[in-house]
């Protein structure tokens, strides 16, 4: 059995994220359900729905094996059912071209979970922005 340390590391971190999407959400007044824990990966995430029918997904994994092997945050978008990247590099997290596309931000990249919380909503920011100038 996992250390009950971990255990509430685990519940900071979902917490975290929930609250972190609903003030994306809300500070950017986006049409978007919200946050939900997907069945099939147990992710936390959102799904908005942008103009120029846009989708994004974004949100919190525990770690998996088609995106990230470690808990990450990511930040997607869709366009008629097709990805959508940005070639500029992120300051905050990176873009994932091979396989599932889109941006992550790694936990493993910062020294504790409050140094990776405070730097998810500034990735999912400037993420977005890139997302935006490459469609515009």
């Not at 978007?32 to 069945?39: F, G, H, S, T």
């Not at 974004?58 to 869709?78: I, L, Q, W």
């Not at 140094?115 to 909503?121: K, N, P, R, S, T």
Request: net charge negative; charged share 20%.
């Amino acid at each position: 059995t996992p250390e009950k340390s971990l255990i509430h590391q685990f519940e900071l971190i979902r917490s975290s994220a929930n609250n972190l999407l609903i003030s994306y959400i809300i500070s950017n007044n986006i049409h978007a359900e919200l946050p939900r824990v997907w069945p099939y990966n147990f992710d936390t995430g959102i799904v908005c729905f942008l103009d120029d029918n846009i989708i994004q997904y974004a949100g919190y994994a525990p770690a998996d094996n088609e995106v990230c092997k470690v808990p990450y945050f990511y930040n997607s978008f869709y366009k008629n059912n097709q990805q959508i990247i940005s070639d500029s590099v992120l300051t905050v997290g990176e873009w994932q071209k091979e396989g599932w596309k889109g941006a992550i931000l790694r936990m493993d990249d910062f020294n504790d979970s409050a140094e990776f919380l405070d730097a998810v909503l500034p990735f999912i920011k400037q993420s977005s922005e890139q997302i935006n100038k490459t469609i515009n």
